[in-house]
T-cell receptor
């Protein structure tokens, strides 16, 4: 059974801090890894990673995948209160199905 | 552009009643996914369609759940009869095609009393 483990489960930071979220996985026939941000509504897409070592960046967010060690990290620099959310990691196998981790709850205090 | 549209946004029903959730995927997207999210189990895939054809329904919990996609712009998820343990947020997501990133609708919060 595919397994996605995110850490930490939750963290609290102050505005301006940098946050690093971890996602490790075990999946048969890995295809891609995705990151989503979920506030009090639907998950919104952040990144899709398919290749090791290539950083994807969008504003203050960046992510990288290590297919040898089977993990990914999501970094958020200069955090703002609007970054408060649950960040979900999902792994896609060759059957195109996503398996989600439990998420990391990030709280950014002003 | 309109994203994935789901209705209703909230549904409260009594145990034993039939519940129908609706989804309109993003225009031009060929793959559609139904998920359920609960505190205990997180986000779980129930079923997915590609080009209106159900590809994998292994996540459907039991025979009380059924899903259809009669055309490229509409899908339904039906629960009959509903039970309190079906209470959850049900999300529909679509992607351009298999293997592309999925975009989620706003969800339907279902409460079965």
């Amino acid at each position: 059974e595919d397994k996605v483990v995110q850490s930490p489960l939750s963290l609290v930071v102050h505005e301006g801090d940098t946050v690093t979220l971890n996602c490790s996985y075990e999946v048969t026939n890995f295809r891609s890894l995705l990151w989503y941000k979920q506030e009090k509504k639907a998950p919104t897409f952040l990144f899709m990673l398919t290749s090791s070592g290539i950083e994807k960046k969008s504003g203050r967010l960046s992510s990288i995948l290590d297919k040898k060690e089977l993990f990914s990290i999501l970094n958020i620099t200069a955090t703002q209160t609007g970054d408060s959310a649950v960040y979900l990691c999902a792994v896609e196998a060759n059957d195109y199905k996503l398996s989600f981790g439990a998420g990391t709850t990030v709280t950014v205090r002003a | 552009d309109a994203g994935v549209i789901q209705s209703p946004r909230h549904e409260v029903t009594e145990m034993g009643q039939e519940v129908t959730l609706r989804c309109k995927p993003i225009s031009g997207h060929n793959s559609l996914f139904w998920y359920r999210q609960t505190m205990m189990r997180g986000l779980e895939l129930l079923i997915y369609f590609n080009n209106n054809v159900p590809i994998d329904d292994s996540g459907m919990p039991e025979d009380r759940f059924s899903a259809k996609m009669p055309n490229a712009s509409f899908s339904t998820l039906k629960i009959q009869p509903s039970e309190p343990r079906d209470s959850a947020v049900y999300f529909c997501a679509s992607s351009l095609r298999e293997g592309y990133e999925q975009y989620f609708g706003p969800g339907t919060r279902l409460t079965v009393t």
